[in-house]
């Protein structure tokens, strides 16, 4: 699904992202976590085609970065962000957002076919928000914004779903309700191969299988869940003492002593 090897960022003379491995297979479902400036954002940048390596190799669906169009690539990578929800258009309705994944424009002012109509609704239906179609994006939540994007993100059939911080700006319950629909999401048997980017071990779901963590621009520790969350690993991620808990499948992370340093 995707590879990246001896990848490197490089910009300003600052060194961003560092001979970084990380391999994706199918059937695999992944959490990336680390620190803020860990290298989350630029990892992100660089599979997308936004961030030109300084070094190193990524093939994504079988596609190597600088032998393939990236931007007809990227039609095949579905990506939920922060920086998408809030380019959204406060008038256009929820099915219209959604339709508008298929031809990766935003404030689509296109004629809706037919058959774009009927899948935009069922997958609405799929995200659980069938009930949303008419309703323009300023009415909907925080949550609602988030699954809707996802149906946008998946009326383009990608085969591998990024999801930035899904959670940012969610309430607890709201967050909670979200988690348990991405993990129906991940279990369905046509479900693309999850990428989630975390801060916070909580949002975990037992539906993830793997765990990239960097830390400071490099691969800490990358693999199995059951090896990849430890408490060791995570104390060294976040620079702190920490005390990491396991119970029914979900994750919690106590930091039970910090040292000073720069946020």
């Known amino acids: 699904m995707l590879e990246v090897s001896r990848l490197s960022i490089q910009r300003e003379g600052t060194r961003i992202l560092d001979d970084a491995h990380w391999r994706v297979e199918p059937g695999q479902h992944w959490a990336i976590l680390g620190a803020n400036g860990s290298g989350k954002t630029s990892l992100l940048s660089a599979l997308t085609g936004y961030f030109m390596p300084t070094d190193g190799e990524i093939s994504v669906l079988g596609r190597k970065f600088g032998e393939t169009d990236w931007r007809e690539l990227r039609r095949h990578i579905g990506l939920v962000s922060s920086s998408i929800r809030q380019?959204?258009?406060?008038?256009?309705?929820?099915?219209?957002?959604?339709?508008?994944?298929?031809?990766?424009?935003?404030?689509?002012?296109?004629?809706?076919?037919?058959?774009?109509?009927?899948?935009?609704?069922?997958?609405?239906?799929?995200?659980?928000?069938?009930?949303?179609?008419?309703?323009?994006?300023?009415?909907?939540?925080?949550?609602?914004?988030?699954?809707?994007?996802?149906?946008?993100?998946?009326?383009?059939?990608?085969?591998?779903?990024?999801?930035?911080?899904?959670?940012?700006?969610?309430?607890?319950?709201?967050?909670?309700?979200?988690?348990?629909?991405?993990?129906?999401?991940?279990?369905?048997?046509?479900?693309?191969?999850?990428?989630?980017?975390?801060?916070?071990?909580?949002?975990?779901?037992?539906?993830?299988?793997?765990?990239l963590i960097l830390k400071s621009g490099r691969v800490l520790a990358s693999g199995k869940k059951s090896s990849t969350l430890t408490t060791r690993h995570l104390s060294a991620a976040f620079g702190a003492s920490v005390q990491l808990r396991k119970k029914g499948g979900r994750y919690a992370l106590t930091v039970t002593s910090i040292s000073r340093r720069v946020v």
């Open 87 to 211: 380019l959204m258009a406060d008038t256009e309705p929820a099915l219209e957002s959604v339709v508008s994944g298929k031809y990766a424009m935003i404030d689509y002012w296109g004629h809706i076919s037919r058959a774009d109509r009927a899948r935009g609704l069922r997958l609405l239906r799929q995200v659980e928000c069938g009930y949303l179609a008419k309703r323009p994006w300023l009415f909907l939540s925080q949550g609602e914004r988030q699954r809707v994007l996802i149906g946008r993100a998946l009326m383009a059939k990608p085969r591998l779903l990024i999801l930035d911080e899904p959670c940012a700006g969610l309430d607890p319950a709201a967050r909670e309700h979200f988690l348990q629909f991405l993990e129906r999401l991940g279990r369905q048997s046509n479900a693309p191969t999850l990428v989630l980017v975390t801060h916070h071990v909580e949002e975990i779901m037992p539906v993830i299988t793997h765990a």
